[in-house]
């Protein structure tokens, strides 16, 4: 099935994410990085930081967040189990840190097909608590041979 | 808060050290709690058998954010990594090593930044396959 091209220009739902402690913890030991600015707040603070810094992929969890209200939108018929993480581009503005209050709000930028496979770009201008971008994502999923003609 | 690299050190040509890892089923395990992406995909055989897989296939994210702690290694401060944007154009399988690599394409005296090409690969039955691809980073230098 096709994806709906009406829902170019979509915005979905804020979601509003607390950068905790534990969570920043969780990732770093999940992606490996032992960089003390990552697991020590003195050691960030000693670096001029306002606390421990969250890596800079950590966003992901946010968009992972926001990406059901996309994914599972029944109108804008993605199959989930036919999608592949295509392209994923971040602009950063400064590191995100523990205590971080995140705000964002997922955008449909874009909807095209190539060939037998649909791209779905995704983007989210992600701010904190006095509305200052912090990074600005954007995601392209791949559905794989959904394209209107594709033998899917 | 300054990267510790200067960008009177750099040159268009070099390449940043290389940084490889080793992908278990349990560090994709939790990367998938870590994250919050939950994709059977990533953690059910037979569920990515159904899908044209033979088995598990890591996160995209996971590979980018190993490629990420390749150039931040490289620069010394997280803070000084400003843009990334990578192409993820081959699975990983688990227990297949992943190596992150990168070299600078161009410098900018002004703005004392460098871009950087970045790419992953792994080596599957002796061939390169180029995980991601295509891909670069921009970063401030000190």
């Known amino acids: ?152 | 808060m300054t990267a510790k690299v200067r960008f009177e050190e750099v040159q268009v040509g070099d390449e940043i050290p290389a940084l490889a890892k080793i992908v278990r089923r349990e560090e994709v395990k939790a990367y998938a709690d870590a994250s919050g992406d939950q994709n059977p995909l990533h953690q059910d055989d037979s569920f990515a058998h159904s899908v044209g897989f033979p088995g598990i296939i890591a996160h995209g994210m996971f590979s980018m954010a190993h490629l990420v702690k390749a150039v931040t290694d490289w620069i010394g401060d997280p803070g000084a990594l400003r843009q990334m944007k990578v192409q993820f154009r081959a699975v990983v399988f688990m227990d297949e090593t992943l190596v992150a690599k990168g070299r600078v394409d161009a410098l900018d005296a002004g703005t004392r930044t460098a871009r950087l090409s970045v790419w992953a690969e792994v080596d599957r039955a002796g061939e390169r396959q180029l995980v991601i691809k295509n891909s670069r980073a921009d970063v401030q230098l000190a």
């Open chain 1, 1 to 152: 099935m096709a994806l709906n091209q009406a829902f170019k220009g979509r915005e979905y739902q804020q979601i509003t994410f607390p950068v905790e402690r534990d969570r920043v913890l969780q990732f770093v030991d999940a992606v490996g990085e032992n960089d003390p600015l990552y697991r020590n707040p003195q050691a960030a603070r000693a670096a001029g930081y306002p606390d421990q810094l969250a890596p800079p992929t950590f966003v992901t969890v946010l968009q992972i967040m926001t990406s059901g209200q996309v994914v599972l939108d029944q109108e804008l018929g993605l199959n989930y189990s036919m999608v592949v993480h295509g392209e994923q581009e971040y602009d950063w503005r400064r590191p995100v840190h523990v205590g971080d209050v995140l705000t964002a709000t997922p955008v449909i930028a874009d909807i095209y097909a190539r060939g037998p496979n649909e791209f779905l770009v995704v983007e989210a201008d992600i701010k904190d608590a006095s509305g200052e971008t912090v990074v600005v994502a954007r995601t392209t999923l791949l559905s794989r041979g959904t394209a209107r003609g594709a033998d899917a």
